[in-house]
């Protein structure tokens, strides 16, 4: 009966709501329909529950609904309940009390996927691969990666007893490790990859993101030589607004607009300006971005490019424009509504998706390139709604292999690493790193051990083009050259390691520095062969061309 009074006093929570001032400004129908829709919702409830055959998880069934009529608006809308708030603030601020690292499943089996850099599991020895048997004594047989992960997290300074296998060895090891406070610098990397050439690299946008980065900024600049910085944002899908505008203000002058936030209802509606004097007005500035580059990144590229400040390289940004407010629920939890969108400078919006507009089965589609409008940066280049940032230079990403997708889905490269650190305990530095056809050939016959199977998409592709000659009576016709191209298209392991061992190498490479050195490792090494860190280098030693980028094309003056 409790549960029943829990849930008709959400139902009453929302419509006080609804009779607060947000639902007076409804028109008298839909302030009728509202009304009734919560009575029969209501009503339907409390049936349900008294009714139904089995017994039921009142949680559950709220939740679901609840989330249910959020994932008709977009997929941004969330309810979080009060059991996963930690991990919600983890998402805003980077951090959380625990261990500091990465688990996954395996064979049923918990390991430790990645310690973080300097974080307590990694001071404590912990190495991907490690085996999780058991946490203050709890056996972890049978387990999943969120039980274990509720038992790793608490209170910073309190202590936990780990019990861990590790490959190759015959005994279990204990440690006791103490909780931390524990903070992913969202700066994965900055430096020179040439003498007057700044780098920095962000994964994300958390609490204090900006102050980290000025510290990067101001190490970078400290001997007034640097003429160019390199800001990455690849791969960072956003976080907090206000961290991404302060960035922007080291680079703009103050009182310039940065962005504005435009939706129904008028209280969500605002201007941001820079609020201060820039550190560096005239850098020459690239941002790097790419396809999982969205929200605050694509605001700081937006915005960058828009005001002609900076030239942007390689792809075109995810395309989220919509903007999230948290609002306290009941019982701690939090509803995180999308409740306007962002536009940048010239007033458009980087928005890719119209979740208004659905088909018939309910998909929400891309805005075309016919509906979307023409819009001018400071200096009057053309620049265009509704499909995210398009660079001022694409670089074209390399295609992806069907075998490497099956390595890294079956975890060949990462599996082999750990093994193969039995007998190496020590690599030379992600810039000196140089993959041997030894290593490569170890790897081949790790591979060919766990007779690892794959299947083509020419392949598949090539089934499906015989069953539909079959069906229209071609396939005797045809059936010497489907046969050759069979043999060609069916996969051969042998061959494919050869025809893709460039590839393969580079992804086998950075999975090898990423277990000696962090995901900071990794990244160095990863930029020794940068198509667009190339470019960007090139265009800040070209001042020439730099400066012609950012004005705009005879034809469009």
Not at 79 to 100: A, D, H, K, N, V
Not at 319 to 332: E, H
Not at 479 to 496: M, T
Not at 531 to 550: G, H, P, Q, V
């Given at each position: ?51 139904y ?108 007893k ?28 900055y430096g ?57 203000n ?11 936030i435009?939706?129904k ?19 020459p ?19 960058i ?42 007033e ?18 891309e805005?075309?390139?016919s ?19 398009l ?43 140089v ?10 016959d ?37 046969e ?50 190339s ?14 980028t ?8």
């Amino acid at each position: 009966m409790m549960k029943l009074i829990r849930v008709t006093s959400v139902v009453i929570f929302l419509m006080i709501v609804f009779h607060s001032h947000s639902f007076a400004q409804l028109t008298e129908r839909q302030r009728a329909d509202v009304v009734k829709n919560l009575d029969v919702f209501n009503e339907f409830f409390k049936r349900t529950l008294m009714n139904y055959v089995d017994s039921l998880d009142t949680q559950k069934l709220m939740t679901g609904a609840i989330n249910h009529v959020l994932n008709q608006l977009d997929p941004y809308s969330e309810y979080i309940p009060s059991q996963e708030m930690s991990e919600f603030q983890f998402m805003t601020t980077g951090e959380y009390g625990g261990i500091g690292a990465v688990i996954s499943m395996q064979e049923d089996t918990i390991i430790i996927r990645e310690p973080y850099e300097g974080m307590p599991a990694a001071s404590a020895g912990l190495l991907p691969g490690d085996r999780i048997l058991s946490i203050d004594g709890e056996s972890m047989e049978g387990k999943n990666t969120k039980d274990a992960s509720e038992k790793l997290k608490g209170q910073p300074n309190t202590t936990l007893k780990l019990t861990y296998q590790r490959v190759g060895e015959k005994n279990p090891k204990e440690v006791t490790i103490e909780r931390k406070r524990v903070h992913i610098n969202p700066i994965t990397y900055y430096g020179k990859p040439e003498n007057q050439i700044g780098y920095i690299s962000m994964s994300s946008f958390t609490v204090e993101s900006a102050q980290s980065f000025k510290n990067a900024l101001i190490e970078l600049t400290s001997d007034d030589r640097l003429q160019g910085l390199i800001i990455d944002v690849r791969d960072n899908g956003g976080g907090v607004l206000e961290e991404c505008l302060e960035i922007l203000n080291f680079f703009l002058p103050e009182g310039e607009i940065l962005l504005s936030i435009k939706g129904k209802n008028k209280q969500y509606e605002k201007n941001f300006r820079a609020t201060q004097a820039p550190l560096q007005p005239e850098l020459p500035l690239v941002v790097l971005v790419n396809g999982s580059s969205a929200s605050a990144s694509e605001i700081l590229a937006g915005t960058i490019q828009d005001l002609d400040r900076g030239v942007i390289i390689g792809n075109r940004t995810f395309g989220k424009g919509l903007v999230q407010s948290s609002q306290p629920m009941p019982y701690g939890g939090q509803l995180k509504l999308t409740t306007s969108k962002y536009y940048i400078p010239s007033e458009r919006s980087i928005q890719r998706i119209n979740y208004s507009h659905r088909d018939g089965e309910g998909r929400a589609d891309e805005i075309p390139d016919s509906l979307t409008s023409v819009y001018h940066t400071k200096n009057g280049r053309q620049v265009r709604d509704g499909g995210g940032i398009l660079p001022d230079f694409v670089i074209e990403p390399e295609t992806i292999p069907t075998i490497i997708y099956y390595l890294e889905m079956k975890s060949m490269f990462f599996d082999f690493v750990v093994q193969w650190r039995k007998d190496h305990p020590n690599v030379v530095s992600p810039s000196e790193f140089v993959m041997t056809d030894e290593i490569y050939s170890a790897f081949k016959d790790f591979v060919r051990s766990k007779e690892f199977t794959y299947d083509r998409l020419s392949e598949q592709r090539l089934e499906a083009l015989k069953k539909s000659m079959e069906l229209e009576g071609y396939s005797d016709m045809a059936s010497s050259e489907l046969e050759a191209l069979e043999k060609k298209v069916k996969p051969d392991l042998d061959r494919d390691f050869e025809f893709h061992k460039d590839l393969i190498t580079e992804y086998l490479s950075m999975h090898i520095m990423r277990q000696y050195y962090h995901v900071k490792g990794q990244l160095i090494y990863s930029l020794k062969n940068d198509k667009a860190l190339s470019k960007a280098i090139e265009l800040l030693n070209n001042e020439t061309l730099y400066r012609e980028t950012l004005q705009p094309a005879v034809e469009e003056k």
